[in-house]
């Protein structure tokens, strides 16, 4: 399996991060993706990819909920790094309508089509963040996918139409802990419906883990969970879910496949 989506550089890592991937790779983890949140975290990301970099894959972006004021600085520290560096996506980026809490809705879209535009011109897909503003971010992401940007649809929560929507631009959506969660209804209206061709798997730890570890830290080893849910939900082998996510994730991402894709299972 791949996690698409970790935040395994943050502080609550600091103390036990080579114990957390030792159960990423004992629960089946092949590589882990790193996105980046704001400029405060890219050294501790790159000092993270630096202790297991064939294990570790980073993104560089700006996440919509750490926008300032001085938003256009920060735009050009997190230009820099993704001119001076390798990376397999332009992430954590994106919209995040929920309570604006965050900036206002029209800085947040500025922000996030300038980012948008790097992707095109460094040909990486993207990873965004939608929370409350999924068909705005179809809205927007559309006249990009024209131009033959990818990406996924990170933490979808979304309904069948809006997934049917994103997987029409040539996105996929990123399914993590949250459908394992009993009021969310995303495994039995959209999983159910669409199957696993655009679909791949995350677990945005240490946020949102899934049952039966629900209300700790989410690390990636749990990542196994959503996988035996979304096998049970489709009543296909768990080996058929590793596969096809790894596939996609291979696929959206240019990154080296697993030993095991491409074999029969």
Not at 238 to 264: C, H, M, R, W, Y
Request: contains cysteine.
């Amino acid at each position: 399996m791949i996690d698409t989506h970790a935040h395994l550089f943050l502080p609550e890592f600091a103390n036990d991060l080579d114990e957390v991937v030792q159960r990423a790779k004992q629960a089946g983890i092949t590589k882990i993706l790193l996105p980046n949140i704001d400029e405060t975290t890219v050294a501790p990301l790159h000092q993270t990819v630096s202790l297991y970099p064939e294990f570790f894959y980073p993104m560089m972006g700006l996440h919509p909920l750490s926008i300032k004021d001085n938003w256009r600085g920060q735009l050009t520290i997190i230009k820099t790094y993704l001119d001076e560096k390798q990376y397999v996506a332009v992430g954590e980026i994106g919209l995040d309508f929920y309570r604006d809490y965050g900036m206002p809705r029209s800085i947040q879209e500025q922000v996030l089509e300038t980012q948008l535009e790097w992707a095109l011109e460094k040909g990486l897909p993207v990873s965004l963040h939608t929370r409350n503003a999924i068909d705005r971010t179809i809205e927007i992401v559309s006249e990009y996918a024209k131009k033959g940007l990818k990406g996924v649809f990170h933490c979808f929560t979304g309904t069948y139409d809006q997934a049917q929507k994103i997987l029409d631009l040539g996105f996929y959506i990123g399914v993590g802990g949250v459908i394992t969660f009993s009021k969310v209804k995303l495994g039995e209206e959209v999983i159910k419906k669409i199957g696993l061709n655009g679909v791949i798997l995350e677990t945005d730890a240490p946020y949102l883990a899934p049952q039966p570890r629900r209300g700790r830290r989410n690390e990636s080893a749990y990542l196994k969970y959503v996988a035996e849910f979304i096998s049970k939900l489709l009543n296909i082998p768990i080996e058929k879910v590793d596969k096809t996510t790894s596939e996609n994730a291979v696929n959206l991402f240019a990154i080296p496949p697993t030993d095991d894709i491409g074999q029969d299972t």
